[in-house]
């Protein structure tokens, strides 16, 4: 049996490692497969890097949770997914705070959210909470008004948690998910959370900045690959097609103009030589 | 079995035969009528006499079942005689049939018919002529018929006795048909009997075009006469007839010449004039006239006949007219005198000829180079595009597929042309047309300013180029000077559609974001927007457009996403989400978000630079939200270009600037410029600021996206500094504006 601190230190490692491809997630859930005696150690390891690292890595870990709990249900191991389905809101905290430095990650949990709910995963109920507590939070982001020309002259630094009347909008895990009454462990972590609410929330650096739209570009390329896959069904790709295919347009009728005369042009090089004979004798009468 | 497969051969062809080819053979090949016969009765042997005139055989043995068909023909045919022709038939026929029954009856009491049939029409119709000119050809075969002709040929009127003789050749024919056990008696009756009439039509017209082909069997023909007499009993022998035809030519030969003019002429007519008149005269003019031209003129038309066929029997038709003097139109082939290339295209490995090293590079990036090329036979001049090949692990470059593809699905006069893909020396090339410039190139020129005129033109087909685009459903994708040409005569055309990709007008695919030149990237794209449109293409030609206006791009960035749009808040303020509404669902819109409100400048910047129309149309398409850009077809019908003067005005002038003025051009001019300037600079410290930045802010920067951005970083400080640089740019244009104005007349 290997050491459960050195397998917990490695795993630590392959999801701080995380990337955009899939063989990184694919590892790090191998990994974690494969050590299921220790899932629970393996599963805070998880909280505890989407706690500890950067808003890159935090996405990366989400995206890594859908791929992970994925393989976790097909290989049996339901514990991973009942744990995840537990934690599942401090998972989002950690990954889209409530203090705005994790705006650019509220996509990805929506994303990531959606895909587990599909795959049951998630119930529908708790989706639909957290989803209005990261409207809330979005709302906020979004107060943000980079008119331009601005109001009042821009003079003010404008973030996400100081412009406008962006405090009074702010503590929305708080305010709004108590009431609801869920009874995930939200309290705690939205406690957690804003505390750590700075009046400047970390600005992102630029080179953070690159990486993720790098990454997001990988990831984008991968979705992609799947774009013309046909779903299955009868007629279903001739559906598609003709959802796809619009009215008669005067810009079909230049194409097949171009086409028609591409045709004639392919004709006469074609035809044989007694025709063209015929018509050069033709011709000039 | 030869006879028989010529037999054959001419019964089913002639059903197979369209009419058409029908036609023109049976003029140009008429002769083929009469030895399709022959090759019936006699025929096997028929044809190794001939041997040279293989050709001819061929063709008759279609002629014969034609005759079937001929009818139809004919009409067209000058030899419109069918009728004509006919009559000989009938008359002939009636005679034949009787005969016919006599000599074949005994045995096939169809086959007889049929030889009684063939017999006489030969006969009726042909004999006169065949008489003459067959009868050397055929006379191996038709030794009867030979016989007659002969007997007659110099009589006309013999016509009766050579049906006599025919008859019995007829009868002497069913025998063989018997032997031969036609298969196609039975079919063989069909085509007879319709054949019966066409044929002797044919004959009678065949004739006639015999006489022209038959050049060669004429010389026999005259062996058929002396043959004749003895023949008639022999004349199924073809032994006979070779020796025979030796003595025969040399009387067709005297004829000939005796009446050589006539030879085409008498054809005609007798064609024409044959229906009416009687076999008789058929036969009598035939003869004569027959053997006389063919000797001389006939040759050449047959022989040709397979391929001369075309050109042949035109010449040999009009010197009919003209009955006495002979007129015979050679053609000559000589060679053309041979080009010769100057030695260094002739030296030239490629088809297109490449300065050597470095010179011929008139463009390079991460696609790969781009050469001038000289096609050393027709001088014109292309642009080379080599597919670059290193580091492709997937074999040939789906983006090179892509962009062939693409390109050649357009045509437009805008759109620059890929005339072919290429090949060479484990090379591949796009082959497109070759434009002295680039507007980049242009717009550095150091000397040539545009006018007004030609600006307004220059725009004009930029968005008529990306109308046409968008309407055929392409995104460019790279909107940039450097890959917008300019011909010589002003003409602008968009390049480089490496990038270019097919969109769903109708509803909205994702795309990838890492498109067009960092520059030139509209604010969605930036913020990582993948279902876009053509707008993009329209913010990049909206950048494209204030360099033309004011030579310098609009936001030059360092390269970075982040820098780039700081360029853009900078000039147009930070966007809000008043204006653009979708601007949160951007999905770095988080990452990116602005620090600082910034107010939009535009106005304060480039109003004072350009023409208010021209500001106006800027303003409209410089806008966040993507929805809101104009479509290039709005574009061309904005005021700019329908009302204020002055009115685009092809830039004609660009002939006389000399050279060739590309990205590359402008930017070697610039380093060396730098180079001036930074020595400059450091004498004089105090300019040195707004100087070098001058300089490389012109385009100079277009291509190196990546490198070179930290000097334009602090653009924003320095960007006052430079508007006193900026304004007589501006000044100068709007008082060529003027002179433009002046010559409004060529506008487009």
């Known amino acids: 049996m290997a050491d459960p601190f050195e397998v917990r230190m490695r795993f630590t490692n392959q999801l701080r490692q995380l990337n955009a491809s899939v063989t990184s997630a694919q590892k790090a859930a191998q990994y974690a497969l494969k050590y299921r005696d220790m899932a629970e150690d393996l599963h805070s390891c998880i909280l505890e890097q989407l706690e500890r690292n950067n808003m890159n890595t935090r996405a990366n870990i989400m995206y890594f949770i859908e791929h992970f709990l994925d393989m976790a249900n097909k290989d049996g191991h339901v514990d991973y997914v009942r744990m995840m389905q537990r934690d599942i809101i401090r998972v989002v905290d950690a990954v889209a705070p409530d203090d705005g430095s994790g705006a650019a990650n509220v996509k990805v949990v929506r994303k990531v959210l959606q895909a587990l709910q599909t795959k049951s995963f998630l119930d529908a109920q708790a989706v639909t909470q957290i989803e209005e507590v990261l409207r809330d939070r979005d709302a906020s982001a979004q107060d943000i008004a980079m008119s331009s020309p601005p109001p009042a002259d821009g003079d003010d630094i404008l973030t996400s948690a100081d412009h406008g009347g962006g405090d009074d909008n702010m503590p929305p895990s708080r305010t709004l998910l108590p009431p609801t009454a869920t009874t995930l462990t939200i309290t705690t972590t939205t406690a957690a959370a804003t505390n750590k609410r700075p009046n400047a929330p970390p600005k992102l650096d630029k080179k953070q900045v690159e990486q993720r739209i790098e990454e997001d570009r990988e990831r984008h390329k991968r979705q992609r690959e799947n774009i013309w896959a046909v779903p299955p069904g009868e007629d279903a790709e001739m559906e598609k097609l003709w959802e796809e295919t619009s009215d008669l347009g005067e810009d079909d009728h230049r194409m097949g103009e171009e086409e028609w005369a591409e045709w004639k042009a392919e004709f006469e090089a074609r035809k044989c030589v007694h025709q063209r004979e015929a018509e050069r004798k033709n011709g000039p009468q | ?748």
């Open chain 2, 1 to 748: 079995m030869a006879a028989r497969g010529g037999y054959r051969g001419g019964f089913n062809p002639p059903p197979s035969y369209p009419k058409g080819q029908y036609d023109a053979r049976s003029y140009g090949q008429s002769s083929g009528h009469g030895t399709p016969v022959s090759s019936f009765h006699g025929s096997p042997t028929a044809q190794s006499p001939y041997g040279g005139s293989g050709r001819g055989w061929n063709h008759q043995p279609q002629f014969s079942p034609q005759g079937g068909q001929f009818s139809p023909p004919y009409p067209n045919s000058n030899y419109g005689p069918p009728n004509g022709p006919q009559g000989h038939y009938h008359g002939g026929q009636a005679q034949s049939p009787p005969y016919a029954p006599t000599g074949p009856s005994s045995q096939y009491s169809p086959g007889p018919y049929r030889g009684g049939h063939r017999g006489g029409s030969f006969r009726g119709g042909q004999f006169p002529a065949r008489g003459g000119l067959r009868g050397g050809f055929k006379s191996t075969q038709w030794n009867p018929q030979g016989n007659n002709g002969r007997s007659q040929p110099g009589p006309a009127e013999g016509s009766d006795p050579p049906h006599a003789t025919s008859h019995q050749s007829p009868s002497s024919h069913t025998e063989r048909y018997s032997e031969k056990g036609d298969g196609a008696t039975a079919g063989s009756d069909n085509p007879f009997r319709p054949s019966k009439d066409l044929q002797v039509e044919d004959t009678s017209k065949e004739e006639q075009p015999k006489e022209d082909r038959m050049p060669p069997p004429s010389r026999p023909p005259p062996t058929g006469p002396q043959s004749t007499t003895p023949n008639k009993f022999s004349f199924s022998m073809k032994n006979a007839v070779k020796p025979v035809v030796a003595g025969p030519r040399p009387e067709i030969s005297s004829k000939f010449n005796a009446a050589p003019a006539p030879r085409e002429a008498p054809a005609r007519p007798a064609a024409q004039k044959a229906p009416p008149t009687r076999p008789e005269r058929d036969r009598g003019g035939f003869p004569k006239n027959a053997p006389t031209e063919p000797a001389s003129a006939r040759p050449r038309p047959g022989v040709p006949t397979g391929p001369g066929d075309r050109r042949l029997p035109e010449p040999a038709r009009q010197p009919e007219p003209v009955p006495k003097t002979r007129k015979v139109k050679k053609i000559v082939k000589r060679l053309k005198e041979k080009p010769t290339l100057p030695p260094d295209l002739a030296s030239s490995k490629s088809v297109f000829f490449r300065k050597p090293g470095n010179e011929s590079v008139v463009g390079s990036g991460t696609y790969g180079k781009v050469f001038k090329g000289l096609n050393v036979y027709t001088k014109n001049l292309v642009a080379l595009k080599k597919i670059r090949m290193e580091g492709e692990r997937d074999g040939f470059p789906v983006t090179a597929v892509r962009e062939i593809k693409l390109l050649r699905s357009l045509s437009h006069k805008n759109i620059v042309q890929l005339q072919e893909v290429m090949v060479e020396a484990n090379d591949c090339f796009m082959v497109f047309e070759y434009l002295s410039h680039d507007l980049t190139g242009l717009l550095n020129h150091p000397t040539y300013q545009l006018e007004e005129g030609h600006k307004k033109h220059l725009a004009q087909q930029l968005f008529e180029g990306l109308d046409y685009l968008h309407t055929r459903g392409v995104l460019h994708r790279d909107i940039k000077a450097a890959n917008i040409l300019v011909s010589s005569e002003g003409i602008l055309k968009l390049a480089d559609f490496g990038l270019a990709r097919f969109y769903a007008k109708h509803h909205q695919l994702d795309y990838t974001n890492r498109v067009i030149t960092i520059w030139y990237r509209s604010p969605e794209l930036l913020l990582g927007e993948t279902q876009y449109g053509p707008a993009v293409d329209i913010w990049s030609a909206a950048c494209v457009l204030v360099e033309i206006f004011t030579k310098r791009a609009i936001f030059p960035g360092d390269g970075t996403e982040i820098n780039q749009l700081d360029k853009i808040y900078s000039v147009l303020g930070t966007p809000n989400r008043k204006d653009w509404p979708n601007l949160v669902e951007m999905p770095w819109f988080a990452l990116l978000r602005p620090t600082y409100r910034k107010p939009n400048v535009f106005e304060e910047k480039y109003k004072a630079l350009i023409t208010p129309a021209a500001f106006e149309l800027l303003a409209s398409m410089l806008v966040y939200d993507p929805d809101k850009r104009p479509t290039a077809a709005e574009v061309l019908n904005h005021p700019y270009f329908t009302t204020e003067e002055p009115a685009p005005r092809q830039a004609i002038e660009l002939k006389d600037i000399g050279g060739e003025w590309h990205e590359l051009e402008s930017k070697a001019l610039r380093r060396e410029k730098e180079k001036k300037e930074r020595e400059r600079a450091r004498a004089t410290q105090q300019q040195f600021g707004s100087k070098e930045e001058g300089r490389p802010e012109s385009g100079s920067t277009h291509d190196r996206d990546r490198e070179r951005k930290r000097p334009n970083e602090d653009a924003d400080a320095q960007r006052e500094a430079k508007r006193p640089h900026v304004e007589p740019n501006g000044s100068r244009s709007t008082t060529t504006g003027a002179a433009a104005s002046r010559a409004a007349g060529g506008r487009g």
